[in-house]
């Protein structure tokens, strides 16, 4: 048992009687004191716990304001229709918090060194406590653990408590729902609040499946892919000659088709496009050295075209455009790479699974063909654009 007190508006005095430490927290929360807020925090501090006698803990010590503070009853506060600047509480510590859509609460009154306090969302919508808000008065701002605001989301509930020394309330714990929940299934996820996808991430919820659906859009990702000459095969008409040459100082080996300078030779090349090819215009580069005797800057034209086939097409079908690449020759047993092709687009309407097929002529009779001697080709490099989504299984 324990003395009875009674607060006179400036100290706590001793009246006859006698009461548990339970009566006490009791007898003040049900106080309605006549002048607004006569008994505030501060009082309860200074009241003399260490006389008090009750049954709380193993000694029947009653805990003090502290324990006041942190064993009262749950709380429910009026439903928020607002965004709350120093927000004024009361006294507790478990308030039980709704909103009446997604709302920010910038800072607290009452807070005083040792006052600390639950705070647990019960609504449906999101409740979001400021960091450091200038909305809130200085002594009323929160200080979150990771200098960032903290969303409370429905059944979220965070510790705060009042830092005497930084004047700041501190937000030192908060729970997160454990679990995945979909809500508002079937809902674009990119237009929840704070969850944001950016391109070319997209989301949605698939409600039937219970689950989350993530995909990537590609877009612009071009592809590259090699032919070397002794792939190719040289025309049975005018076709180039195909030679072996192990150059003297390190023995680097190549094979490469010759070119006349005179007369207008060609190659040919199968190529099979992968499922992600879309079926667009394609570009070229060509590897080529000069023949002995040409001269630097020497033009070169080369002419480039393609076809598809389709099962059951005829093979022997017209090719596409021509395309022609010029280039110039910079010294004898250089590697020479050409410019990009302008774009070549394929003849014959390309399909998936169709077989692509390329010839490459050099085109002396053009007036930018200024070198007589012959030319050596000794590879390519296409380059293609990549669909926007995954391929088919076969």
């Known amino acids: 048992m324990s003395n009875l007190y009674q607060y006179n508006g400036k100290e706590w005095i001793e009246i006859s009687g006698s009461i548990t430490g339970e009566e006490v927290v009791k007898k003040i929360n049900d106080l309605e004191p006549i002048v607004a807020k006569q008994?505030?925090?501060?009082?309860?501090?200074?009241?003399?716990?260490?006389?008090?006698?009750?049954?709380?803990?193993?000694?029947?010590?009653?805990?003090?304001?502290?324990?006041?503070?942190?064993?009262?009853?749950?709380?429910?506060?009026?439903?928020?229709?607002?965004?709350?600047?120093?927000?004024?509480?009361?006294?507790g510590s478990?308030?039980?918090?709704?909103?009446?859509?997604?709302?920010?609460?910038?800072?607290?009154?009452?807070?005083?060194?040792?006052?600390?306090?639950?705070?647990?969302?019960?609504?449906?919508?999101?409740?979001?406590?400021a960091h450091q808000s200038a909305s809130s008065g200085a002594i009323n701002r929160v200080l979150s653990e990771t200098g960032a605001n903290v969303v409370l989301i429905p059944d979220d509930s965070a510790w705060i408590f009042y830092d005497n020394t930084t004047e700041r309330w501190r937000l030192v714990m908060a729970s997160t729902?454990?679990?995945?929940?979909?809500?508002?299934?079937?809902?674009?996820?990119?237009?929840?609040?704070?969850?944001?996808?950016?391109?070319?991430l997209t989301a949605t919820d698939d409600a039937a499946g219970d689950e989350t659906e993530i995909s990537v859009v590609r877009t612009g990702v071009y592809r590259t892919f090699s032919i070397k000459?002794?792939?190719?095969?040289?025309?049975?008409?005018?076709?180039?000659?195909?030679?072996?040459?192990?150059?003297?100082?390190?023995?680097?080996?190549?094979?490469?088709?010759?070119?006349?300078?005179?007369?207008?030779?060609?190659?040919?090349?199968?190529?099979?496009p992968p499922d992600e090819y879309n079926l667009g215009t394609v570009k070229m580069k060509l590897y080529w050295d000069a023949g002995v005797g040409a001269s630097n800057g020497d033009g070169v034209v080369f002419g480039i075209?393609?076809?598809?086939?389709?099962?059951?097409?005829?093979?022997?079908?017209?090719?596409?455009?021509?395309?022609t690449v010029t280039d110039a020759v910079i010294a004898v047993g250089d590697l020479h790479i050409t410019p990009a092709s302008g774009a070549i687009t394929i003849g014959g309407t390309p399909a998936l699974?169709?077989?692509?097929?390329?010839?490459?002529?050099?085109?002396?009779?053009?007036?930018?063909?200024?070198?007589?001697?012959?030319?050596?080709?000794?590879?390519?490099?296409?380059?293609?654009?990549?669909?926007?989504?995954?391929?088919?299984?076969?």
């Not at 075209?305 to 395309?323: C, F, Q, R, W």
Request: proline share 2%.
């Open 39 to 91: 008994i505030d925090f501060q009082h309860i501090k200074n009241f003399p716990w260490h006389l008090t006698k009750g049954t709380g803990g193993d000694g029947g010590n009653f805990m003090g304001y502290g324990a006041y503070d942190l064993n009262i009853k749950s709380i429910t506060l009026g439903q928020i229709t607002a965004n709350q600047n120093n927000y004024a509480t009361g006294l």
């Open 94 to 129: 478990w308030f039980r918090i709704s909103s009446d859509a997604a709302r920010t609460i910038t800072g607290f009154e009452g807070g005083t060194e040792g006052r600390g306090f639950l705070l647990t969302n019960v609504g449906s919508f999101n409740i979001t406590i």
């Open 177 to 200: 729902s454990s679990g995945h929940t979909i809500r508002n299934a079937g809902t674009d996820l990119t237009q929840r609040t704070g969850l944001n996808f950016l391109a070319p």
């Open 229 to 272: 000459a002794g792939e190719m095969e040289p025309r049975v008409t005018n076709g180039a000659a195909y030679v072996k040459e192990e150059y003297a100082t390190n023995d680097v080996n190549l094979g490469y088709f010759l070119f006349d300078g005179a007369t207008s030779e060609g190659i040919q090349f199968i190529w099979t």
């Open 305 to 323: 075209k393609a076809g598809a086939l389709s099962n059951d097409d005829a093979i022997d079908a017209a090719l596409g455009t021509e395309v």
């Open 353 to 394: 699974g169709d077989m692509v097929v390329f010839q490459i002529t050099r085109n002396p009779a053009d007036a930018s063909d200024t070198m007589t001697e012959d030319c050596k080709l000794i590879g390519v490099s296409i380059q293609y654009l990549e669909n926007s989504v995954e391929s088919a299984a076969w």
